[in-house]
């Protein structure tokens, strides 16, 4: 997310970063949509309104859950985000080649959390469709992590979203994009 940066305080934005539990230099090796999505509500406490949100891949998912959950942003950029919840378990049940019945008992344990924890969906496009903040989701046909069609879906279901499709950055050169980087800033300063 580092490319960003300058634009944004040179557009005059202030920019702050939220290193999730269990990414980059934040410690513990694993964590949740709600424990990323209570760290979104503490920073928003802390700091006041946000103009303005840029996400990254899990990262739209979590900021779609917490929005639907209180959390107030203005605009919003979901960059390579996944739609679907039960995309992830498929990609997460295929990279481990996992039996059917192991990936039927992990679905069985995920739906049982779920209920017990909101009692609802949280994948990113059942958020969206409650939103209100105007959105921008970018995507990129080769996106081997995340499909492209999983922004299509998200931006399908956010009212008034634009879709961005680029083609060539996959998941993570996106970020770094001189051309999406000025579209993303372009856009928060509209």
Avoid at 63 to 69: D, E, F, K
Wanted: charged letters at 20%.
């Amino acid at each position: 997310m580092a490319g960003f940066l300058k634009p944004l305080l040179q557009a005059g934005f202030r920019v702050m970063a939220i290193d999730a539990p269990g990414h980059g230099e934040t410690p513990g090796e694993r964590t949740s949509i709600f424990e990323c999505a209570r760290v979104a509500q503490a920073v928003v406490r802390e700091y006041g309104p946000v103009h303005a949100a840029i996400t990254h891949s899990f990262g739209g998912m979590v900021l779609a859950y917490a929005m639907n959950h209180g959390v107030s942003v203005g605009r919003v950029v979901c960059i390579s985000a996944p739609a679907r919840v039960e995309y992830l378990l498929e990609r997460f049940a295929s990279i481990l080649n996992m039996p059917d019945g192991v990936v039927a008992e992990l679905r069985r344990r995920l739906d049982r959390r779920l209920d017990d924890t909101t009692g609802g969906d949280i994948s990113t496009d059942a958020n969206a469709r409650a939103l209100a903040a105007p959105a921008l989701i970018v995507h990129d046909v080769d996106d081997e992590g995340v499909p492209w069609q999983q922004g299509q879906l998200i931006a399908a279901a956010w009212p008034g979203a634009r879709f961005l499709k680029t083609q060539g950055l996959g998941h993570g050169r996106i970020l770094r994009d001189a051309g999406v980087i000025r579209q993303v800033v372009d856009f928060i300063g509209a």
